[in-house]
């Protein structure tokens, strides 16, 4: 009795075949990806290092004196500590302003909640550019420009971290607020015991977000800021660049002190960041 010739084998080997296509799909993504951060950190360590001749991965003689001079040029750590507590408090003041409108929008009942949340929502599509000079104008009003107020003040709330943490709202049951309430617990204790602990990779996800933006902003400060001693960090990496020559082994020794915090938070948040993303987008 002849038995058909079994499948089993090819197949596997086609499996197989086709995950490793995968992995190297994904290293080459990440190879793409993580190549102009490699390739500034080796420009920064060049000697008189120039973007004149292209990327390079050799570097003879590495020095790190790109970063003397950069510190010797600014007062680096002054405007290291001034972006991160901007960006900190910006991050803070977002998810505590974008959790409870969040909460108001997914669990309160009010006459025009969806008309109001689709024009919060239609604030997306206004560009800052637009915004920068009513704004000016309303911390001149105030006494406020060159001030660490002024700099958070645009940022107190992001309508895209109130949408994001309410479709997170609007996933937890609505029984765990009714047994709460059956409890005697109020709004505020349902929000703070229930709804923020079951949130926490969206409110990651935010806070991610609301950290990058805040610290990569540059167009308000410039506006705004007047005084060095209230200067972030992509307004200190701008003067490092002259108006004919630029030695941009210290502009790049300037870039990789600007990128290591969000790699550092992006790290550390990720896992977050995934599931936060995953869970918001569930329906």
């Not at 790109?66 to 290291?80: G, K, N």
């Amino acid at each position: 009795m002849r038995h058909a010739p079994s499948t089993v084998g090819p197949r596997r080997r086609q499996v197989r075949a086709l995950s490793l296509l995968r992995y190297a799909a994904v290293l080459a993504g990440a190879v793409v990806m993580l190549f102009p951060f490699l390739w500034t950190v080796i420009t920064s360590i060049t000697p008189e290092g120039s973007l004149a001749g292209g990327p390079t991965l050799v570097v003879e003689n590495p020095t790190l004196a790109a970063y003397r001079t950069l510190l010797d040029t600014l007062p680096m750590w002054r405007i290291v500590v001034n972006s991160l507590w901007v960006a900190i408090a910006s991050t803070l003041l977002q998810l505590i302003t974008g959790s409870m409108a969040a909460y108001g929008f997914a669990r309160l009942p009010f006459r025009g909640k969806n008309v109001v949340f689709a024009l919060y929502l239609a604030t997306l599509m206004v560009p800052m550019q637009v915004l920068v000079v009513p704004l000016f104008i309303e911390m001149k009003a105030l006494n406020l420009q060159d001030t660490y107020m002024a700099l958070l003040a645009p940022s107190i709330a992001s309508a895209f971290g109130v949408f994001l943490l309410r479709q997170a709202v609007e996933s937890v049951p609505k029984e765990l607020d009714e047994a709460a309430t059956l409890d005697g617990a109020g709004h505020l204790r349902i929000f703070v015991t229930i709804i923020v602990p079951l949130i926490r990779p969206a409110l990651a996800t935010v806070a991610v977000f609301a950290f990058m933006g805040s610290w990569n902003s540059f167009l308000w400060p410039l506006v705004v800021i007047r005084s060095p001693e209230f200067m972030t960090l992509p307004l200190g990496l701008a003067t490092l660049q002259g108006q004919f020559t630029t030695e941009w082994d210290v502009v790049m020794a300037g870039s990789v002190f600007s990128i290591l915090p969000i790699a550092v938070v992006y790290l550390l948040a990720q896992r977050h960041i995934i599931a936060g993303v995953a869970h918001t987008g569930i329906k």
